[in-house]
């Protein structure tokens, strides 16, 4: 279960990171990978397709919420304007 880590910035920062929290250099290390890997952890979520769907379909429910009867009605307009019966551009 022991590490030896022969890197001397590493030593430098858990000196550092233990000083400025007050905790030793295991516990400030411990804490850093545990951000670190939570940080890891959010990315992945946020990478997947699955969750930008989520997050693409929130967006679109939210701004759906922000409008009123008058902003749909202006879209559908500007759209009919901008496409033929067909879907086409005009």
């Not at 400030?28 to 990478?47: G, M, N």
């Not at 679109?60 to 749909?72: C, F, K, P």
Request: hydrophobic share 40%.
């Amino acid at each position: 279960m022991a590490m030896n880590i022969k890197n001397e910035r590493v030593h430098e920062l858990a000196r550092e990171a233990a000083r400025r929290t007050g905790s030793t250099q295991t516990s400030a290390l411990e804490a850093a990978l545990e951000q670190y890997l939570a940080r890891l952890r959010e990315q992945d979520a946020h990478s997947r397709p699955q969750a930008k769907l989520v997050r693409a379909r929130a967006l679109v429910d939210q701004i759906h919420g922000a409008m009123t009867d008058e902003d749909r009605a202006a879209m559908r307009a500007d759209l009919e304007m901008m496409y033929d019966e067909d879907g086409l551009p005009a």
